[in-house]
């Protein structure tokens, strides 16, 4: 509520205790934010704002916090030095991070970070064990999906398991017992939130979507 701002404890407390008494963890958290922005002012009220939300998280139990690269174009300026401030910004969110023991996930969107190479880039130059991939499979667009899971599995923190998925930027029906096997086969043994996109009655397709993961994890 009144996001970006953040809301008073006693509204945040209020939520930790429903999700208590209803037995319900929370798996996570987001905030969104831009790393690719030029201007190094604006560039260091994103990571403000990252900051933020990562007491917010701490404060309401979310492991992790969901953080974006960016989708600013830069035409003029080259992907390494964009990549060289982004490495600075991330850094300085994963230490604060650490300091409240809230792990960082970089989620994969189909902006900045298109395809596992990026990732294991990204992640490999902060080497930190506060620092990990939502590893949204629904934006790994480029090449062959289940090789790009494959890649970025060990990196990952959390998920983003989605309906429709693309191949080669082709879209296609998620084969959810080849994505369920691909996370069987690694050493990932955290949480799999679920997410639907387009048209229809959420509640309808989140049901039929969590019916099928559920099946596959069997």
Same mark, same amino acid.
């Given at each position: 509520?009144?996001?970006?701002?953040?809301?008073?404890?006693?509204? @945040?407390? %209020?939520?930790?205790?429903? !999700?208590?008494?209803?037995?319900?963890?929370?798996?996570? +958290?987001? &905030?969104?934010?831009?790393?690719?922005? !030029?201007?190094?002012?604006?560039?260091?009220?994103?990571? #403000?704002?990252?900051?933020?939300?990562?007491?917010?998280? %701490?404060?309401?139990? %979310?492991?992790?916090?969901?953080?974006?690269?960016?989708?600013?174009? *830069?035409?003029?300026?080259?992907?390494?030095?964009? +990549? !060289?401030? #982004?490495?600075?910004?991330?850094?300085?969110?994963?230490?604060?991070?650490?300091?409240? /023991?809230?792990?960082?996930?970089?989620?994969?969107? *189909?902006?900045?970070?298109?395809? %596992?190479?990026?990732? &294991?880039?990204?992640?490999?130059?902060?080497?930190?064990?506060?620092?990990?991939?939502?590893?949204?499979?629904?934006?790994?667009?480029? =090449?062959?999906?289940?090789?790009?899971?494959?890649? !970025?599995?060990?990196?990952?923190?959390?998920?983003?398991?989605?309906?429709?998925?693309? $191949? *080669?930027?082709?879209?296609? &029906?998620?084969?959810?017992?080849?994505?369920?096997? $691909?996370?069987?086969?690694?050493?990932?043994? /955290?949480?799999?939130?679920?997410?639907? =996109?387009?048209?229809?009655?959420?509640? +309808?397709?989140?049901?039929?979507? @969590?019916?099928?993961?559920?099946?596959?994890?069997?």
């Amino acid at each position: 509520k009144g996001y970006p701002e953040v809301p008073p404890d006693e509204y @945040l407390f %209020a939520i930790k205790r429903k !999700a208590f008494r209803l037995g319900l963890e929370i798996s996570g +958290t987001g &905030v969104r934010n831009d790393f690719t922005i !030029a201007d190094d002012a604006k560039r260091g009220l994103e990571v #403000m704002r990252v900051k933020n939300w990562i007491e917010v998280a %701490a404060k309401i139990g %979310a492991p992790v916090i969901r953080i974006f690269t960016g989708k600013e174009k *830069n035409d003029s300026i080259s992907r390494e030095q964009v +990549t !060289a401030w #982004m490495l600075k910004d991330i850094q300085t969110c994963v230490g604060y991070g650490k300091e409240h /023991g809230v792990v960082i996930g970089i989620q994969n969107h *189909n902006d900045f970070i298109q395809t %596992a190479s990026q990732v &294991v880039n990204i992640i490999e130059a902060i080497n930190s064990e506060w620092l990990g991939l939502i590893l949204d499979i629904g934006s790994f667009r480029q =090449l062959n999906l289940y090789e790009e899971i494959n890649r !970025a599995i060990k990196y990952a923190v959390s998920w983003q398991i989605k309906e429709k998925v693309f $191949i *080669n930027c082709q879209e296609f &029906v998620t084969d959810i017992n080849k994505v369920v096997d $691909i996370i069987k086969a690694s050493s990932y043994r /955290g949480y799999l939130p679920i997410e639907t =996109l387009g048209e229809g009655d959420p509640k +309808t397709k989140v049901t039929a979507l @969590l019916a099928k993961l559920q099946q596959a994890l069997k």
